[in-house]
């Protein structure tokens, strides 16, 4: 018996989305969680003591630390007082806070927002594709004559209109 192209793209439909079930529930947890980013959401507050080089410039001291939001409180010839910590000039000490989310929520956002720089783009770029041919894919999954298939072809006309409405209002 030969395999349809319909039959062979509802068989690959099936394989790639048991395979990629994990990886699609980790994107949909993690994307859920960076909505909530500029939140403190399931964050907790975690201290960090760090040795830097001494006697740095409060501008310095904010390219160093990679802190949004950083701004100096108070300045003397010994110490820098900032938002969410100080800084020993003599000894170049920096004991500040920041706040975390739990270490595997932690470790979804990073490769969720993962850039070309970073060893795991590939992964984004995987699952970009396997979405792709989930897409084009669904439309194999029934015959164009069966009423499902007229039904799902409304469904994504709707979908599409929705996506426009999102994009340019």
Not at 70 to 99: H, L, M, R, W
Not at 104 to 126: G, R, W
């Amino acid at each position: 018996m030969k395999k349809t192209t319909g039959l062979r793209m509802r068989i690959w439909h099936r394989y790639l989305g048991f395979f990629f079930a994990g990886i699609m529930a980790m994107y949909a947890i993690s994307g859920i969680v960076l909505v909530f980013r500029d939140t403190d959401f399931l964050k907790k507050k975690v201290e960090i003591q760090k040795e830097l080089e001494p006697h740095l410039e409060a501008s310095s001291l904010a390219k160093v630390l990679k802190q949004k939001g950083f701004k100096v409180e108070q300045e003397d010839s010994g110490q820098i007082i900032f938002n969410n910590g100080s800084y020993e000039k003599a000894t170049g000490v920096a004991t500040y806070s920041v706040k975390k989310l739990p270490f595997v929520l932690d470790q979804m956002t990073h490769i969720h927002k993962a850039k070309s720089s970073q060893p795991l783009f590939f992964l984004n770029i995987l699952f970009g594709v396997a979405l792709l041919f989930f897409v084009i894919s669904a439309f194999w999954m029934f015959r164009p004559s069966t009423p499902i298939f007229k039904k799902g072809i409304y469904f994504t006309l709707g979908g599409i209109i929705l996506t426009l409405v999102l994009l340019f209002v």
